[in-house]
C-alpha cells in the first residue's frame, strides 16, 4: 500500500471514486508516512484521527452514489497558521501555545467540504516571519533535499510554509496548504522542487487565518503538480463575505481550462531582475524557462519594471507596520500563553506575556512596524513606503501594456544550510527579492520546478499574472511542467 504515498491529488481523487483503493487505505498510508517522518519536523501536531474521518465520510458517500468533492479522498498537511476548529493552532509562536480555536478557517473548511483530510498542522516560521523555517518556536524543519556531495548537511526548506513544502517534496502528504505574504508559497515551493501558487490577492479567505500583514497575505497550495494544485486552489478560493477584501467573484475552472499551448501570448522578461548576487544556474534555468516557453508557442518580450530595487525595502516596512498592529492582539488576555509573575499588574503581564512568547525575529518585526508607525516617523517611512507600493504596482499595469505575462526566478539562490543566514537579517530577507514585488501588487504568480543545480537542488521558475489571471498562470506553468521533465526527487533519509 505504500505506493499509495506517491500519488498526487488528482491520481488520488480519481483512484478512489473509481475504487481502485479506499479513501481509507489513502489516508492510512500517509499517516504512516507521518509518523515515520519525525526527523524532519514538519508537523507541530499530528491529526491523524481527522484523516481517517474524513476518508471514512468520502468512502460512506462512495458506497451510497453521492456526488464526491474535487478534493474527495485527499488528506492534506494544514499550514498552523491556519485556525482549526478544536486542533491546537500555534503559528509556530510560543504565545499561541495551547490555543484551540472555535471556529475553522474558510479555507480550511473549504477543504473539509471538498472532502479533504487532514494529516496535521504543518510547522512553518513563526507568525509566517521569515524565508528558513528557522524562526519556528517548534525548531526548524529540515528539508529532505540533500546536496549531491555525500553529506549529510541540514538543508533549509525555505520559509515560512517550510512544512508545507517539506512534506509534499518528501510524500508524507500530496498537497499542503502555503499562504504567501512575501514569497512564503513561491520560496519553499522552488527550494523544495514542487509547485506553489499564489493567487491574486482576495482569492482565497483570509478569514480565520492567523494575521501578518493583513493587505498582502494570500493563502494557496502547494502541490507536486500544476494541475493538483489548479484543483486545490479551486476548492480553496471564493468569496467569503466574513473577509472585507475577499473578491465576490465567480471561481473559474482552472483545473478543467488547463491548456499548456501558448500560442499568442506574450511572456515579459523583467531587466531589473538580473541581480548581482544571482546564482548563474538561476540564471541557466531562467534561460531555459525562456526557451520552454517559446516553445510552447509564447513570445520573449524584453520589459521593464524600475522600481523593482525599491519593493524589499518597501515590503520590509509595510508588513512589519502592519505586524504591528496584527500582534498587538497576543497580550495574554485573549489567546495561549500568560505569564503573569507574582504581584504583577495588567502593564506587567502584558510585558511579560509578550517577552515571554514571542520569538527574536518576530519582535524585530513588531518593533521595526512600531518604529516606522510612530509619529514624526510614519511620513518618512510608512507613507513613503506606501507610495512605494503605489509604483510597484504601477510598474506591473504598464508591462501589461507589452505582455500578458512575467518570467522571473522565483529566488536568487537555491536552499541553503539551515544556520546559514540565521545570523543575518538582511541576507534572509534578500531570499525574498523576486517574490515581493506580485506581493505588493496583490498579483497571481507561482513557482515551478525547472532544474537541479550542480549541487543536486531544485530551483524553481515564477510566473506572474494580471490580476485575476490564475489560468494564464497555471497555462505557462503547465507548459514550463511539461518542457522541464521534472522528475527528480529527495532520497529518503528519514
Ligand atoms: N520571508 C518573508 C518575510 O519574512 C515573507 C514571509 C511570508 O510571505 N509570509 O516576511
Redesign the pocket.
Known amino acids: 500500500m505504500s505506493e499509495l504515498t506517491n500519488l498526487g491529488v488528482k491520481d488520488i481523487r480519481d483512484g478512489v471514486a473509481r475504487g481502485d483503493f479506499t479513501a481509507r487505505e489513502v489516508a492510512e498510508s500517509f499517516n504512516a508516512a507521518v509518523e515515520e517522518a519525525s526527523a524532519l519536523n514538519a508537523f507541530i501536531v499530528t491529526t491523524p484521527d481527522h484523516a481517517l474521518a474524513a476518508a471514512d465520510r468520502v468512502d460512506a458517500d462512495r458506497a451510497t452514489g453521492k456526488d464526491l468533492g474535487v478534493m474527495a479522498g485527499v488528506p492534506i498537511g494544514m499550514k498552523d497558521l491556519f485556525c482549526t476548529h478544536g486542533v491546537q493552532t500555534t503559528a509556530a509562536s510560543r504565545i499561541l501555545e495551547g490555543f484551540e480555536p472555535q471556529y475553522e478557517s474558510t479555507v480550511s473548511s473549504n477543504l473539509w467540504v471538498a472532502g479533504a483530510g487532514m494529516l496535521g498542522k504543518l510547522n512553518m ?1 513563526q507568525f ?4 528558513s523555517n528557522e524562526t519556528s518556536h517548534s525548531g526548524n524543519v529540515v528539508s529532505p533535499w540533500r546536496r549531491n556531495d555525500g553529506g549529510n548537511t541540514p538543508m533549509s526548506p525555505g ?2 510554509s517550510g512544512g508545507s513544502s517539506a512534506v509534499v517534496a518528501g510524500r508524507i502528504a500530496p498537497a499542503a496548504t502555503g ?6 508559497i513561491r ?1 519553499p515551493a522552488a527550494f523544495a522542487g514542487i509547485v506553489g501558487v499564489k493567487p491574486t490577492y482576495g482569492r482565497c479567505s483570509r478569514w480565520g487565518i492567523v494575521a ?1 500583514a493583513s493587505s498582502l497575505d494570500q493563502a494557496g497550495p502547494m502541490a507536486r503538480s500544476v494541475e493538483d494544485c489548479a484543483v486545490m486552489l479551486g476548492a480553496m478560493a471564493g468569496f467569503d463575505p466574513k473577509d472585507s477584501t475577499s473578491l465576490d467573484m465567480p471561481v473559474p475552472d482552472w483545473a478543467g481550462g488547463l491548456d499548456a499551448n501558448l500560442a499568442g501570448k506574450k511572456v515579459g522578461i523583467p531587466r531589473e531582475y538580473v541581480m548581482e548576487g544571482t546564482d548563474q544556474a538561476i540564471l541557466d534555468s531562467w534561460e531555459r524557462g525562456k526557451e520552454w516557453l517559446r516553445d510552447a508557442g509564447a513570445e520573449i518580450v524584453d520589459i521593464s519594471l524600475p522600481h523593482t530595487k525599491y519593493a524589499l525595502p518597501a515590503y520590509y516596512i509595510v ?1 512589519p507596520a502592519e505586524a504591528s498592529s496584527n500582534l498587538a492582539r497576543y497580550d495574554g488576555v485573549r489567546y495561549g500563553l500568560r505569564d503573569l509573575p507574582d504581584g504583577a499588574g495588567l502593564q506587567d503581564m502584558y510585558a511579560q506575556t509578550r517577552e515571554t512568547g514571542f520569538g527574536d525575529e518576530v519582535k524585530r518585526r513588531v518593533l521595526i512596524g512600531t518604529y516606522v508607525l510612530s509619529a514624526g516617523f510614519y511620513d518618512a517611512y510608512y507613507n513613503q513606503a506606501q507610495k512605494v507600493r503605489a509604483l510597484v504596482a504601477r510598474d506591473f499595469e504598464q508591462a501589461w501594456a507589452e505582455c500578458d505575462l512575467i518570467l522571473a526566478p522565483t529566488t536568487p539562490t537555491a536552499s541553503f544550510p539551515l544556520g546559514d543566514k540565521s545570523d543575518d537579517p538582511l541576507a534572509m ?1 534578500l ?2 527579492v523576486f517574490a515581493v514585488p506580485a ?1 505588493l501588487a496583490g498579483l497571481p504568480a507561482m513557482s515551478v520546478p525547472a532544474m537541479l543545480n550542480g549541487d543536486g537542488l531544485p530551483l524553481g521558475l515564477q510566473l506572474v499574472g494580471k490580476p485575476f489571471d490564475e489560468q494564464g498562470v497555471l497555462n505557462a506553468g503547465l507548459a514550463i511542467e511539461q518542457r522541464a521533465g521534472f522528475e527528480a526527487q529527495p532520497e529518503k533519509w528519514w
Not at 128 to 131: F, N, T
Not at 179 to 184: L, Q
Open positions: 516560521d509566517a516571519m521569515g524565508s520559509g515560512s499562504t504567501d505574504t512575501g514569497g512564503s520560496q501578518f508588513a530577507y531570499n525574498d506581493s
